[in-house]
């Protein structure tokens, strides 16, 4: 009998990993809170929410009891002339949640369709208007999925080389900070006198796969005043950054300007299953209200406002609403700022920052700061040894935990961190 690590690596491809040198992976067979356990027993904290997703915890007992309730009602049903209760409760729900200028709920099924749903939007948006757009403005270092849009709009970087010459034009500004805001202001202002732009897109105030990268508000509102003087449709992918990330429901509640488009995933069924929403502003929707059809929205996925992902949805909100929630992510902010003040002062970890639940640091390296980044891979084997679960982004080192995290687990965390800084000195 094979074992599922030789099966693995028989029969499945795995994301973003480099399949030749990998080591087997660990085969998980529980989640419970924020705690994995393996097929011999041993336990992980999963102090990264799985790759952003989870929000309270795995097997939660009242989201697995409601996803279990919708099971046996309505898995599924095609969305195009029929319709059902947890997608419309969800849009309703959300939509008191979101700025207020938002007013329809666009679903699709992952975050790089949200994205993908938010560029086509934009762009029919103009051409439904009798007008040609041809490009985005996007920040340097962007991520926003894997799909040709989210590519395209992304950083040009080794996730996307082989791809190029397939990614349409976009116009890139640099992430902005105080010394750097009034230059990139002249920059915008000159790409949208040259260029016939069809939107801004930007993941607020925390550029997550760049490695948590984070910029300030009034910045960001500095640039979305611009464009909206200009017509210019703005973006928000809270793809990472929704549902308490950033300290407040969405990262786009710390801006005075509100975005035109906003994109939710990950967190959006905290954690369960793939859903995507893409939000937009009423005046988008009415561009595509007419008589002559060629102006419909075309496009849909299979999956699209899957019932059941809605329930999880639902289910996740019903938690995001509850007082205990709020406090454990006012908690986590609160114990996060404490502890930047001893890295920065205390070890040799570099650029420590932190912005609601979202720590990070950058490990001092030699190396290009980028995602091929060696020391990643030494880093997570350090703490999979100490039984935490952390996937640094090249010598990034980032905790985003699930919200339930006590303050004894994420102070071991803490803890694992200052001994790992110990291994940097010696
Ligand atoms: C993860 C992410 C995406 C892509 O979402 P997937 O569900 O992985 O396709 C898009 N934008 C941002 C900001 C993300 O963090």
Excluded at 21 to 33: F, N, R
Excluded at 327 to 347: G, N
Aim: one cysteine or more.
């Amino acid at each position: 009998m094979k074992t599922i690590q030789e099966k693995d690596n028989a029969f499945v491809w795995h994301p973003f990993t480099h399949q030749l040198q990998a080591d087997a992976p660990i085969q998980l067979v529980k989640g419970e809170g924020i705690y994995f356990t393996d097929d011999k027993g041993q336990t992980y904290m999963d102090a990264i929410s799985s790759w952003w997703v989870n929000l309270h915890g795995h097997c939660h007992p009242y989201i697995s009891e409601k996803v279990s309730e919708q099971l046996h009602q309505l898995e599924h049903s095609i969305f195009s002339d029929y319709t059902h209760q947890p997608a419309v409760d969800l849009a309703e729900r959300l939509l008191k949640h979101l700025p207020v200028n938002q007013s329809k709920i666009f679903y699709s099924d992952n975050g790089s369709t949200a994205v993908e749903v938010a560029l086509k939007m934009a762009i029919q948006y103009a051409s439904n208007r009798g007008q040609e757009r041809h490009t985005f403005i996007a920040f340097e270092n962007a991520y926003h999925g894997d799909t040709f849009g989210g590519m395209s709009v992304g950083a040009r970087n080794v996730f996307n080389q082989a791809f190029q010459h397939f990614l349409f034009e976009v116009c890139y500004l640099p992430l902005p900070s105080t010394e750097n805001i009034e230059e990139i202001k002249t920059t915008l202002l000159l790409y949208l006198k040259t260029k016939s732009v069809a939107g801004f897109i930007f993941e607020p105030l925390v550029q997550g796969a760049a490695g948590m990268l984070m910029y300030e508000a009034e910045h960001l509102d500095a640039l979305l005043r611009i464009c909206k003087q200009h017509q210019i449709i703005c973006i928000a992918d809270e793809v990472m950054t929704g549902f308490g990330r950033t300290g407040q429901f969405f990262a786009s509640d710390y801006l005075s300007e509100t975005p035109d488009i906003i994109c939710l995933s990950k967190g959006l069924t905290g954690g369960y299953m793939p859903l995507g929403v893409t939000s937009c502003a009423s005046f988008i929707y009415e561009a595509y209200l007419s008589n002559d059809k060629t102006k419909t929205f075309f496009h849909g996925h299979s999956y699209t406002a899957n019932a059941t992902a809605c329930s999880a949805a639902l289910a996740s909100l019903d938690l995001m609403e509850t007082e205990l929630t709020w406090q454990h992510i006012k908690r986590i902010e609160a114990q996060h700022q404490q502890f930047v003040v001893e890295l920065q002062t205390k070890t040799n970890y570099e650029n420590v920052r932190c912005r609601g639940t979202i720590l990070a640091m950058d490990i001092p390296s030699h190396e290009e700061r980028h995602y091929l980044n060696t020391s990643g891979n030494t880093v997570a084997k350090w703490f999979q040894q100490h039984g935490i679960l952390l996937r640094p982004l090249g010598n990034v080192i980032y905790v985003i935990p699930p919200y339930c995290i006590t303050e004894i687990e994420l102070n071991r965390v803490y803890e694992c961190l200052l001994a790992f800084d110990k291994t940097l000195t010696n």
